[in-house]
């Protein structure tokens, strides 16, 4: 029965959303629903949330070794996820779409997917509406089971419904993007065009010799070329 129901829930997340490799308030970075629409941690109920998920320090026991997350991000990158154009692994956080503190699972591809340091949406803000679903939880305010299918349908959803709108970036006096205060990433990308010196929030590159004014018509800064 319990098999019954994680089927029934899983097949419940698959709908179809907008995807795109760059990160922005119109266009927020979500998973590929059909290739993670979010797996369940089979031992975490809503009876024995008090002595896993709402315990401190519960998630590092959980947590997978970085070897099977680094390696399994390559494999994304060069399949499913190889639409980012970006094979570069310390340009994205392997992430758990639903959580390790909400009750994800810790290990099933379905729940882990190469999400975007850069961007206004990208993994630093989504870290936010995890921690947020997580008290949330632990303090009764709204269910298990409530927080696993916000967060699993749509992530971003679940922060603007939660947390507030997100701004968009906008370009500050010294010319670096910024998202809640966020600097943009500097990364370094053998797949960026030759000269480019940073990507626009929109997908286009800037050939600036200088951070101020980068991308300014363009979105803001993705991210600046190390």
């Not at 490799?21 to 629409?37: E, K």
């Not at 809503?46 to 099977?68: F, L």
């Not at 940073?198 to 050939?207: A, E, I, L, Q, R």
């Amino acid at each position: 029965m319990r098999n019954i129901r994680y089927l029934v829930f899983i097949a419940s997340l698959i709908t179809v959303l907008p995807i795109s490799p760059v990160a922005n308030a119109v266009n927020p970075i979500l998973p590929i629903p059909s290739v993670t629409p979010g797996a369940l941690n089979s031992d975490v109920t809503q009876a024995n949330i008090n002595s896993t998920i709402c315990v401190s320090g519960y998630t590092k026991t959980i947590r997978p070794s970085s070897s099977y997350t680094t390696g399994l991000k390559r494999e994304q990158l060069a399949g499913a996820y190889s639409f980012y154009h970006d094979s570069t692994t310390g340009d994205f956080e392997e992430d758990h779409l639903i959580s390790l503190e909400i009750g994800g699972s810790p290990s099933d591809p379905k729940n882990l997917w190469p999400e975007p340091y850069a961007g206004a949406s990208g993994a630093r803000l989504k870290d936010k509406i995890e921690n947020k679903l997580h008290a949330l939880v632990c303090s009764g305010q709204i269910s298990l089971h409530t927080a696993q299918l916000t967060i699993a349908k749509n992530w971003y959803s679940a922060y603007q419904k939660y947390i507030g709108v997100v701004s968009s970036y906008s370009s500050g006096t010294s010319g670096t993007s910024t998202a809640n205060n966020v600097k943009a990433p500097v990364v370094s990308s053998g797949t960026w065009p030759d000269g480019a010196t940073g990507k626009c929030v929109d997908g286009t590159y800037s050939y600036s010799a200088g951070h101020r004014g980068m991308c300014s018509r363009h979105g803001g800064v993705a991210a600046f070329r190390s």
